[in-house]
Every structure is written in structure tokens, then in C-alpha cells.
């Protein structure tokens, strides 16, 4: 008769095993919970400017070299104010009036805007505005009607009058648009 040799293999205990189990996978879950956080912080950001003040005065008041009013014309100076109240700046590209771009930048000289966030000013020269997230802003523009000697702001010949509604709309780096419809006095 032959004799079996029977060795005895000690394995770790079920109870041992299911737990080592259950830590790898709670240590796995945070990992992928703090990844996951990350992607979604850097793709959560996002801009909102509120428009909170929104009128024309009739005339165009000095406002850093915005310009004047041509002595044949009739002008108004649109104002516009709020806040970003987004988690990121909001980059400021272009203006529009009732459709068509305002010019923001200019040769150097004077482009008749004057934009204001927190405690800075620009005007003239502009090509785009960052407004930081929290901060406030300004934005004032001379509005001239088309007159026959041609005002030295008007754009695309449109012929605005007293009472007439204009939409203006701020446009942002990010493609997002910022209405506002502002009766000329």
C-alpha cells in the first residue's frame, strides 16, 4: 500500500479576505470620487453677467475721450451695468445695437466706448473686456443718429430716433449673449 502524504495548506480566512476586499474597494471608490471631482470642477466653470442697469441719456457726455455729439446730429449715451456672477471671468468681444457690432476698437484715437469693471477704465482701443468673476461693470456708448453730413460715430447708417427701442447685446469670448432693450428718451 502506498501512502498518501497530506499536507495542510493554510489559506486566509473568508472573513479576512472579504475584508481586505471591501478596503481595496473603498480606497479604489475615493481615488475615482477625487478624479472624477477634478474633471468636473475644471468643466463646471462658467460666466454670467447679470445686466442690472440698463438707460440712455439724451446727449453725449464727455467720458474719457468718448467723443461729442456732432453739432447736426441727434445723440444718446447708452449705459449699461452689472455684474459677473459666475464662478469665471467673462471676456467682453463685441457689442451690438439692434443687431449690428458697435465698434469697441479702434485706430488709437476714440471708438466712443467707455467701459469700466471694479476700479479700471478703458476707452478706445479696446478689442475685448475681461470681467473677473465678482466684479462689477460699466459699459457707456455714444449713440448718433445717421444725419446728412454723415455724424462721426454712426454705424452702418441706421437712423435711430426719441422713443424708439434699441436691443443691445453683449457678446462674450464664450459665444454667450447678454441682452438688454433700452428706450431712447
Known sequence: MSTR???KRRAVS??????ILIAVAVA???AVAFWASGLTSSF????K????????VSGAPNLYKSGTCDTNSICWTVNLGGQNTGSSDATITQIQVNGVPYPISSNGTSSGVFIEWGNQ?????????SVP???TFRISFLLESATSSGGSNTFSSKTFSSGQTVQVTIITASGNNYPASIVLP
Open 5 to 7: 502524504i497530506i499536507q
Open 14 to 19: 473568508p472573513v479576512i479576505a472579504t475584508v
Open 28 to 30: 479604489l471608490g475615493i
Open 44 to 47: 463646471s466653470k462658467y460666466e
Open 49 to 56: 453677467l447679470g445686466v442690472s442697469t440698463q438707460y440712455a
Open 121 to 129: 477704465a478703458g476707452s478706445g482701443g479696446i478689442s475685448s473686456l
Open 133 to 135: 468673476s465678482g466684479s
